[in-house]
């Protein structure tokens, strides 16, 4: 085994203390080795400068995965007190370059580093102490609390490889070498690359829900596929390989590129790949701390948009038709490689856990069945936009894990890199970037008979978000009027000033534009990013689709533009945050109007809302509350209920008596309403719900 | 271990190979063991006779036990094909003597036992296949399909116990001894009773969800109770215990007698226990197969009226109060004697799993910790009604194990006797039966100064089936009329002939009285006791209390009478059974009208119910199905679906055209319209649906 990185823990195993111990070795090498990858950065002051302008400052990533920790036990209802609510917030979100990421450092007061290195001890100690006490059967489950424990586990090793590549980006005089990530020492002339053939096969996608190894969600499942006979490459392209391209004027024949590959030259202006450097007119190469000699038998590292423009060119020069393989295909080459999952395969065969090298090595070093890289070295870009399996279901725990990234925006990176591990180096593991993301990811090509299908309109594939989708943008039943669209009227009639309006728990984000109609700037914040993705797709690409239900399982699409709703003047005034109702970022103040939909009993802890929503509003500002009270365990723990239980004398305790004890003193409730609403589930099946709409105005 | 019976296997374990040879091996020596017990039956004619007029003849147990496992093997959908339809609907139901169960014996052909043991076998080889190749991961759990395997088993055992109860009530010329079941041949003078101090306690009862042995769904949860100091009878109450009382008159004052108890006189005429048979003057004493001479210090075998009686009477003799132990105090004396749950515990230290004896034996034979027979003997009734713990939740293979037994007219019978094996003799195991039945049960009593609480109505405690409460007797909502009274409405002005009628899927039974008020004989049939006691009850009690949810768990209670409903003369004209839809006893014929409300949809295999559905009509007669079409693959497999899918041309199929194919030329459909209904799950939140309704007259 190498020294640096563990291999995971199984789920099953015959002893639970024996499997705590796992757990707690798996951790601490996860949490030690993401520490060390942090020992790159020259000093303290790198840890608030950016190697991407799109990303946040490596102090968020350093604090991000011991607050993943926190937010998702604290969401399971696993453990009910914070470490730090503050860090617990700023420290949530913006992984990704999404719209509803806040990424403006206006909004952020950065703490020191050795505050978040003091912090990240206090995750450590806790996790420990969980994993010592947290009920435990063996095999782990899905729904075990332990899952989430693994769930925060692997989170970090993700952000292991990906912080490694930001690393990458950095200056080099902000970076330093570190004595165990030691860069490979052997390069010479690169082989001439070959066809190789693949006979045709049934393959079968998806993992099973009961497999001994961590997943998430986007693993599970099935999808089949016949696949024709095909060719695919030896070796992945080569820094010599993929020089003939550049030389060629690959980065100046539009020819080669797509409608989005063209934009991303416009907006970077590249004319090569990014961990080249020309120096003297030489090319020379960045590994993660240094620039060396042009290494030609190593990979190239490129994006998807890169890898595309040379099959296009090398399709060109040999008139024939090269494409990146789709997840079938690298399914096909995987079987033909002989390769086995872990445990059973060996970190010893490949350049992958860190085992060998801190860096690419040739692409001739390590072979599986006469096709080399087939896993390790560099990840390998496919031609597949990811999607859920037939059977996908998000895991509670982290919904928003996979579905933004069903956009077909999102290509499947396959096979691993020298750093990943955990379940980045499993058999079923799934990992998708947008294309012109960088990281430690090449391609090989191969010539099939196989098209991509390329999809219209990206209808919803989530059910529950289809539905809110129908309840907010649909149509009328039973003569109920649009929830939303009320909501907003009322919120009109008893707001004062109509400057800023926040929608809180805004789900699809109906009432957030609406509400733009009368307040001139409106954030909507959901804690589901399944949902803030909607009202923002609706702003940034024009429509939404999705579908509802009729029969079983017959469905209608639906689609619906700005046009329809007439809300092209209204678009810039909307904005749509991902956000905790229960650890609102300090950013969110100074509103005219609080709107609270149907929120409050679905929150973890209610009463901590209440008692902070007051510090948000402006003076004479205007806080809406509606709900049907609909308290459940699922949501809210009953010891935090508001209402719907008998108290320690007997008496009943109604939710709206609640309210009116904590706003004491802070809030008048200047109106009480009833309104309802109807959610369809099929044609003939309707939830039909009255909600309490109560109106309070701050004191 | 003893060589008559095994020990039942636990859930957990390392090898799941291991697992399935264990199932095996406890699965058929479970079986063994049954067809042994009815050895004891003298011949073949035998099993056409009744031990009990109340009950079936015994060929009805003999096939039961292997019905049960096909039934609810089909019913979780683990198989999807019936062995022998006709078997697997006679002897399905009645096994306790229910309202809703049908021991008319003109209703039965019964098949031959050759026929049965035949069917057995069959059972038998399936079982074993199953147990081999169905999906099985470590440790078992309730959702498990192995669980309904282990569920079958275990409900065999129970019979093993019951039957040999049953057996031993049979005239002597009826039943033949066999070598393996002895009969103890100690007896000697009673030992002088007397009481032992309990020390107070905090009790708490109820198995956790992850405990490694199998339970029946009344015995998980949580219930805490504090008991004070106490005192306990050191044995069982033995024959010549017993013998004062029944010689003191006991039998003829009505004093020890309360109302329940001198009905019990009434009817039987008993002025001794049932084992007890007097013969020249002199007490002899019935064993399973023999009659011996009156073993004076063994238990007397008791129901609970008698054990009741025997206390009043003790209690005004010693000017003291005895009563039975409840549930809490039995444990505590379970606790006191140190005994440990299973494997554990070895069986050679008490009377039970048939390891020593197959009979009673002296009351001074098996002390633990100077408390005698804590477990083992026979069994001892509790004063405590079985309700379901904190928690409870049915389980859905069986929903109808515990709940119809949470009506405070079934007594828990608490340690087990020498005919228990498996879950009986398990700790946290929980029988209760009616007080006037008889068991292999005796009693011990207790000096305390807790009281034995009585409800006076008793409300459901089930949450689904009083929700259909409210929805069939209580208030209506959003202006739509109660659905039971318009579907009768419909279905009187349809029908044609007004004789007999069916409402197949009666729920808790309002259209079955509905439809009473045209119809001169109605029959309400629901798969679930669950739902069918709740009709049966307001025939039987002239009431029916459930509770509305308000907000969060805020109840209102509802009480609902004949007299309210102006039911007083029509409830002669309905009965209540339970029935599957798909697999209809034969009896179940010659109606005018079948009315199938909101059914369809719920059922395993709808076709098959629509094709056998017109062979129950007469000629002219009606068939109304209502129903919202809200397939789903927890009720249906998506390959039985009537519509809601699209078929191999990706045709939408439609629920109401399939059924239009499946009628040609059987129905004519006369009208159809769409009739709404309004379930209401709190005060705030309801279900709105649109049933279709289309009215079939049979060609």
Same mark, same amino acid.
């Given at each position: 085994?190498?020294k ?16 705590r ?9 996860t949490?030690?080795?993401?520490e ?9 002051s ?73 912090? *990240? ?11 010592e ?7 782990? *489950? ?29 200056p ?12 490979? %020492? ?12 693949i ?11 009961n497999?001994?190894l ?18 695919v ?5 080569s820094? /010599? ?78 008139a024939?038709?090269?494409?990146l ?37 040739p692409v ?19 031609r ?17 894990? /996979?579905?933004?990234?069903?956009d077909?925006?999102?290509s ?32 090989r ?10 999809k219209?309109?990206?209808y ?55 509400l733009?109609?009368?307040f ?26 999705f ?59 209610? %009463? ?6 007051v ?34 004398n ?7 008596e ?5 706003? %004491? ?15 369809k ?19």
């Amino acid at each position: 085994m190498s020294k640096l990185s563990l291999y995971p823990v199984t789920l099953d195993g015959s002893s639970v203390d024996e499997k705590r111990r796992e757990i707690k070795n798996y951790f601490n090498n996860t949490n030690t080795l993401y520490e060390k990858v942090f020992e790159v950065l020259k000093d303290d002051s790198v840890f608030y400068e950016k190697s991407e302008i799109t990303r946040h400052p490596m102090i968020f990533y350093f604090g991000h995965t011991a607050t993943f920790f926190i937010n998702k036990l604290i969401n399971m209802k696993i453990i009910d007190k914070r470490i730090n609510p503050d860090f617990e917030s700023i420290f949530a979100v913006g992984v990704d370059e999404m719209d509803w990421d806040d990424l403006n450092g206006a909004n952020y007061i950065w703490p020191k580093v050795s505050e978040v290195r003091a912090y *990240r001890e206090k995750v450590k100690e806790l996790v420990e102490e969980l994993i010592e006490r947290l009920p435990l059967t063996l095999p782990i *489950r899905e729904d075990s609390p332990m899952w989430i424990i693994l769930m925060g586990i692997e989170h970090e090793r993700i952000h292991i490889e990906t912080s490694l590549v930001l690393h990458r980006q950095m200056p080099l005089n902000r970076v330093k070498s570190i004595s165990e990530f030691n860069v490979c %020492k052997n390069s010479a002339t690169a082989p001439k690359n070959e066809m190789l053939n693949i006979a045709k096969a049934s393959i079968c996608l998806g993992k099973d829900i009961n497999h001994n190894l961590y997943g998430w969600d986007n693993e599970y499942g099935v999808y089949k596929e016949e696949l024709e006979d095909f060719k695919v490459s030896k070796y992945l392209v080569s820094n /010599s390989e993929y020089m003939a391209f550049v030389n060629n004027n690959g980065y100046k024949n539009l020819d080669y590129w797509d409608e989005e590959g063209q934009k991303f030259l416009k907006i970077t202006n590249a004319t090569h790949p990014s961990f080249w450097v020309m120096v003297d007119g030489v090319y020379k190469y960045r590994t993660l701390t240094s620039l060396i000699d042009m290494p030609e038998d190593w990979p190239v590292d490129v994006n998807a948009l890169e890898a595309e423009a040379f099959c296009r060119y090398k399709s060109k020069k040999d008139a024939t038709t090269y494409q990146l393989p789709s997840e079938s295909e690298y399914r096909a080459i995987y079987n033909e490689a002989l390769l086995e999952d872990l445990p059973a395969f060996h970190e010893s065969r490949a350049n992958l856990n860190f085992y060998h090298y801190a860096s690419s090595c040739p692409v001739n070093e390590f072979s599986f069945n006469g096709i080399y890289d087939v896993v390790g070295n560099v990840w390998q870009w496919s031609r597949s936009a990811i999607h859920g399996f037939e059977g996908f279901k998000v895991h509670e725990a982290y919904d928003d894990f /996979s579905t933004p990234t069903f956009d077909e925006k999102h290509s499947l990176i396959v096979g691993s890199s020298w750093a990943s591990s955990g379940n980045l180096i499993m058999k079923y593991s799934r990992y998708a970037f947008r294309k012109h993301f960088y990281q430690n990811a090449g391609f090989r090509y191969v010539i099939s008979n196989a098209k991509q299908e390329k999809k219209e309109d990206i209808y919803e594939s989530d059910e529950l978000v289809s539905q809110y989708c129908e309840f907010q943008y649909g149509e009328t039943h039973f003569g109920v009027e649009n929830f939303a669209i009320e909501c907003a009227k009322i919120a009109s009639k008893f707001a004062k000033n109509k400057t800023k309006a926040l929608d809180l728990g805004c789900a699809t984000g109906r009432a957030t534009y609406e509400l733009a109609k009368s307040f001139q700037s409106v954030e909507g914040i959901d804690f589901s990013v399944r949902f803030v993705q909607v009202g923002a797709k609706l702003k940034s690409d024009g429509y939404i689709a999705f579908h509802t239900k009729e029969e079983g399982e017959l469905l209608v699409q639906k689609r619906v533009t700005l046009e329809d709703l007439e809300y092209e003047n209204l678009k810039e005034r909307v904005s749509f945050w991902q956000g905790d109702a229960c650890n609102l970022k300090a950013n969110f103040h100074s509103y005219d109007l609080i709107l609270a939909t149907n929120l409050i009993d679905r929150l973890y802890n209610p %009463k901590l809302f209440l008692e902070s929503v007051v510090d948000r509003l402006n003076s004479d500002g205007v806080l809406i509350i509606t709900s049907p009270y609909t308290w459940q365990e699922s949501s809210t723990k009953k010891e935090l209920w508001l209402g719907g239980y008998k108290d320690e004398n007997g008496k009943e305790v109604k939710t709206i008596e609640s309210l009116k004890t904590v706003f %004491k003193g802070k809030f008048e409730l200047i109106h009480l309403q009833d309104l309802a609403f109807v959610i369809k589930e099929t044609r003939r099946k309707y939830q039909h719900t009255i909600s309490e709409v109560s109106v309070w105005r701050k004191i």
